[in-house]
């Protein structure tokens, strides 16, 4: 789907400026340096308990946070910050910093952007798949909004979830014209940038209801490959779930729901409503109707993470060049966007790192990903949809020789964009050799990105390990320290796609009945991928953000 929908603006690659040409370096420690921001009411961004919120309650309105000391864990994590990385405090005060940047009229560049959060463990997380993602999550999340909705989005069309989604929106500006909403679409991925797709008058329709709406250019700003959406500072969903009639259910879905609603014009509306509280099914849904086509899902967050969220969609909110409630002074917009976290119980806390992956960066999924494969002793189970980066192979099977037992599921050919097929059946022989891998190809389509490691550390992005995630996008980036997230995740999802009913083994026997033309294809496209899509910004020292156990 991703590299498919970009089709032929791959030909001008260099859409981006590399970090020679921009005016502004980044240091080599890559520290971010957060100015002081005045009139900031420190008690608005956190509650009470950890030593660093006691801190900020003590300190003045004007108080210079530089010297604020690192927000101690209430649970042990392997998660580790490095320098430059910010807490919620320093993540508002970069949003407040770029906002008097554009009041000043000063150019805002994407090495002005923060990129690595510190690790919080005040968060609750819940953890939806494919209709779930977009029905009580999405859909759920944007009825209960009361105070804003920030939502960056790589993918919203279609005749039924993207119209949806578009209704539900306006209802929420109609009933709360004051509410501001605020959209970033990738205008290519979304088809949004031909005018007879659904998209392209979906667009026309929230900005007709008064809904800002920020269209980005690949080829100016690289991909917004985000699906992202924060409601009332409180609430965030994110993942790889993206809003389209595919991602709600596969073709024999949408044909039972077509002939149900003859009988039952509602149809439509009761399918979108959320089943969390006990709602009846507007139908039975057998098993091939079972997994949408993409096979998705996302997270919720409740806690502090929310905050480094709303900071991510803020920051890129102002590199647009949008503006940001000019009305309003610095610590009004911090009391708005940064409100105190409600506490989250102990047993329900986990801890989190985020990364907001900005183009021209520090390749901060590479950094994520090496950091998640290194970290891993015994077993990695990875489900992930493109993969044509070179590094990220070596160093999985640097990992299957010393001793990780490995299941790697990827796509098959029902891949929305079978080039990547082809190009990744290359590595087949050299997988399939190692002892300690078990190659399998998804019987469907799936989108997920998921990485768990030793049962215990979960690693989930919007992006995958391919050029545009790579160094060219916009993603958010999660690591998750926590063995109940990882089972959940193991057993509700990796667990039943490994299983033969899904996918199929990869043998030796499966290369042998390889057809001769696919092998030849594959490796004449290998080079023609590694050279079109290879990495262009200088590789930075492996960031040490998950501590190894002894």
């Known amino acids: 789907m991703l590299l498919k929908k970009l089709g032929g603006y791959f030909s001008n690659l260099n859409f981006v400026q590399p970090h020679s ?25 956190y509650d009470s308990p950890s030593p660093i919120q006691e801190l900020l309650l003590k300190k003045s309105a004007n108080s210079n946070r530089s010297d604020l000391k690192k927000n101690e864990p209430t649970k042990q994590t392997v998660l580790k910050d490095v320098v430059g990385d910010l807490d919620g405090v320093q993540a508002a005060n970069k949003v407040i910093s770029l906002r008097q940047m554009q009041a000043n009229n000063e150019k805002i560049e994407t090495n002005d952007l923060f990129s690595f959060s510190k690790v919080t463990t005040n968060n ?43 209704d539900l929106l306006i209802q929420k500006k ?48 690289g991909i917004e490959h985000r699906k992202l959406l924060v409601v009332d500072s409180k609430r965030a969903i994110c993942g790889p779930s993206y809003l389209s009639d595919g991602s709600f259910g596969n073709k024999k879905y949408w044909k039972e729901v077509k002939r149900i609603s003859k009988t039952n014009p509602d ?17 039975e849904i057998s098993k091939n109707m079972e997994l949408p086509s993409p096979h998705d899902f996302s997270f919720r967050f409740q806690g502090d993470s929310v905050h480094d969220l709303q900071a991510s969609f ?29 506490k989250v119980s102990f047993i329900d806390q986990i801890p989190l790192k985020l990364t907001h992956s900005t183009p021209k960066g520090v390749s901060e999924m590479r950094q994520n990903l090496l950091a998640v494969i290194n970290f891993a002793q015994k077993t990695l189970d990875i489900e992930i949809s493109y993969i044509t980066m070179p590094e990220f192979m070596q160093e999985l099977i640097k990992a299957a020789k010393r001793g990780v037992k490995i299941r790697l599921l990827v796509n098959g050919k029902n891949i929305d964009f079978r080039l990547v097929w082809y190009y990744f059946k290359n590595y087949y022989p050299q997988l ?32 995958n390990p391919e050029y545009l995630s790579w160094e060219r996008g916009f993603d958010e980036i999660m690591l998750i320290d926590s063995p109940k997230i990882a089972q959940q995740v193991q057993t509700r999802l990796l667990d039943k796609d490994m299983h033969h009913d899904r996918s199929t083994i990869i043998d030796e026997y499966s290369l042998e009945i390889t057809p001769w033309w696919h092998r030849v294809f594959a490796k004449i496209l290998k080079p023609v991928f590694n050279f079109v899509f290879r990495s262009r910004e200088p590789k930075q020292s492996p960031r040490q953000i998950i501590k190894k156990l002894k």
């Open 21 to 45: 040409q921009i005016n502004k370096p980044v240091s080599n420690n890559n520290q971010i340096k957060v100015p002081a921001v005045p009139n900031i009411k420190d008690e608005y961004i």
């Open 124 to 166: 609750k997380l819940d953890f939806l798949i494919d209709r779930e993602a977009i029905r009580d999550g999405f859909f759920a999340e944007i009825r209960s909004a009361k105070e804003s909705i920030h939502m960056a989005m790589v993918i919203m069309n279609g005749k039924r979830v993207g119209q949806y989604m578009t």
């Open 174 to 221: 109609q009933e709360n014209p004051t509410m501001p909403i605020r959209i970033i679409l990738d205008v290519v991925t979304s088809y949004a940038i031909l005018p007879f797709t659904s998209a392209f008058w979906q667009v026309r329709k929230l900005k007709k209801a008064g809904i800002e709406v920020k269209l980005n250019y690949i080829w100016r700003t």
């Open 267 to 283: 149809i439509y509306k009761q399918i979108f409503l959320s089943e969390i509280k006990g709602g009846k099914k507007p139908f």
């Open 314 to 342: 803020l920051q890129t909110w102002l590199y647009h060049g949008k503006k940001l409630d000019t009305e309003l002074s610095d610590a009004e917009v911090v009391k708005k966007y940064f409100p105190k976290t409600e």
């Open 432 to 463: 399939v050799q190692e002892k300690n891998i078990e190659l399998r190809e998804f019987d469907s389509f799936t989108h997920c990105k998921l990485i768990i490691a030793d049962s215990r550390v979960v690693f989930a992005s919007t992006g």
